[in-house]
């Protein structure tokens, strides 16, 4: 082999092994064989020599060619297993350490709410019943009783929707989800035993009211339901709730159109403090009463044969009462920090307490 063939040897080779990482290494590689490197160069210039002198020349520059790829493929090779080795070291983790800290999200409180009243009744046999939350206007008030000059169907209370084209029939943001108990009885045979939690709107807003809101109501259809069922019913899901055993609850007389008799249901609560389950004051939590004969008829059951009781509760109410949150309009405002304070571990199941 010529002198300059050597003395290119010699000097890739000792570029090679001063490449300390892959990007020098890949400039020697570009600088010996690429388009424009010099054995490249070396290689081109064969055409332009003597046939015999060409013959022995392109010899020795195929066997230095060879040579000069292996080498720097090994070196390439050596290269890539050293910085592999120095990326684990980099990068190994010490299982034995904590884990970092991370964000973690929570359960609004409403849905845990909701959460707690679906695990409480569906150990009494209650199954949940939903429904669309734009009604028709003889499922949100005709077939529950409410007459035509009732308050609830004004515009100042309710958000009533323009008319459908080719449809006759009035269409309102439900104001209640009795709508959806209305539907159950016309599509399920007694007996009948659901909960229908949803949202519901109302034409009102201020710190205990919102335009929209949650509700959770509670029908059941038999044969020989009494009061006493009722109660029984109330009395046992307060309790769980509020997870006091003790807790006293009133029955109180009032009117609902869609119930006979009707009856509002207290607690007990202390007015200067603000505990439930203490004090010497009551505090109103929910409706109910016995279904009114006319609801039944509505829906196709015979009054003489079925009987049943209906309640309702408005879930932000009950869960500002449990957390001790003053103001309704925090429930929609989206303020992280209140969510982080008030809301519930995703991981964590709505449990029972007492009772059921």
């Known amino acids: 082999m010529s002198d300059d063939l050597e003395i290119l040897r010699q000097d890739v080779l000792s570029e090679l092994a001063g490449a300390a990482d892959m990007r020098a290494w890949d400039a020697v590689r570009v600088g010996t064989l690429g388009k424009s490197g010099r054995l490249t160069a070396l290689?081109?210039?064969l055409g332009k020599m003597a046939p015999d002198e060409r013959k022995a020349r392109?010899?020795?520059?195929?066997?230095?060619?060879?040579?000069?790829?292996?080498?720097?493929?090994?070196?390439?090779?050596?290269?890539?297993?050293?910085?592999?080795?120095?990326?684990?070291?980099?990068?190994?983790v010490d299982v034995s350490l904590p884990p970092p800290a991370t964000?973690?999200?929570?359960?609004?409180?409403?849905?845990?709410?909701?959460?707690?009243?679906?695990?409480?009744?569906?150990?009494?046999?209650?199954s949940v019943a939903e429904g669309p939350d734009i009604e028709t206007d003889w499922h949100n008030f005709s077939a529950l009783n409410t007459p035509d000059h009732h308050p609830a169907r004004t515009d100042h209370d309710t958000f009533y929707l323009p008319p459908v084209?080719?449809?006759?029939?009035?269409?309102?943001?439900?104001?209640?989800?009795?709508?959806?108990?209305?539907?159950?009885?016309?599509?399920?045979?007694?007996?009948?035993?659901?909960?229908?939690?949803?949202?519901?709107?109302?034409?009102?807003?201020d710190?205990?009211?919102s335009p929209m809101f949650h509700q959770c109501e509670g029908l059941v259809v038999g044969q020989g339901i009494t009061l006493g069922h009722l109660k029984g019913c109330l009395i046992e899901f307060l309790r769980v709730f509020f997870d006091k055993p003790d807790l006293p609850v009133r029955?109180?007389?009032?009117?609902?159109?869609?119930?006979?008799?009707s009856m509002e249901v207290d607690i007990g609560w202390s007015r200067r403090t603000g505990e439930i389950g203490g004090g010497e004051d009551w505090l109103e939590v929910l409706g109910s009463g016995m279904i009114h004969a006319r609801v039944l008829a509505n829906c196709g059951l015979d009054p003489r044969e079925w009987q049943g009781f209906a309640f309702g509760m408005g879930v932000e109410r009950l869960t500002m009462?449990?957390?001790?949150?003053?103001d309704l309009r925090s429930f929609y405002e989206s303020d992280i920090r209140w969510l982080r304070h008030y809301g519930s571990d995703p991981l964590a199941?709505?449990?029972?307490?007492?009772?059921?």
């Open 207 to 209: 710190a205990t009211h």
């Open 165 to 205: 084209p080719g449809l006759d029939v009035a269409r309102v943001l439900r104001t209640q989800t009795s709508g959806v108990q209305i539907r159950t009885m016309l599509s399920q045979k007694p007996p009948i035993r659901v909960i229908c939690p949803g949202r519901t709107y109302r034409a009102d807003h």
């Open 251 to 261: 029955f109180r007389s009032s009117y609902f159109p869609f119930t006979e008799p």
């Open 349 to 356: 199941p709505a449990l029972l307490h007492e009772g059921v």
């Open 103 to 126: 964000a973690q999200g929570s359960i609004h409180p409403i849905s845990r709410a909701v959460e707690e009243m679906t695990a409480i009744f569906g150990a009494m046999g209650f």
């Open 58 to 92: 392109g010899v020795a520059l195929n066997r230095l060619r060879d040579d000069l790829t292996r080498a720097i493929e090994d070196r390439g090779r050596e290269l890539e297993a050293a910085a592999l080795e120095a990326r684990l070291v980099a990068e190994r």
């Open 43 to 45: 290689l081109k210039a």
């Open 321 to 326: 009462l449990k957390n001790g949150i003053p």
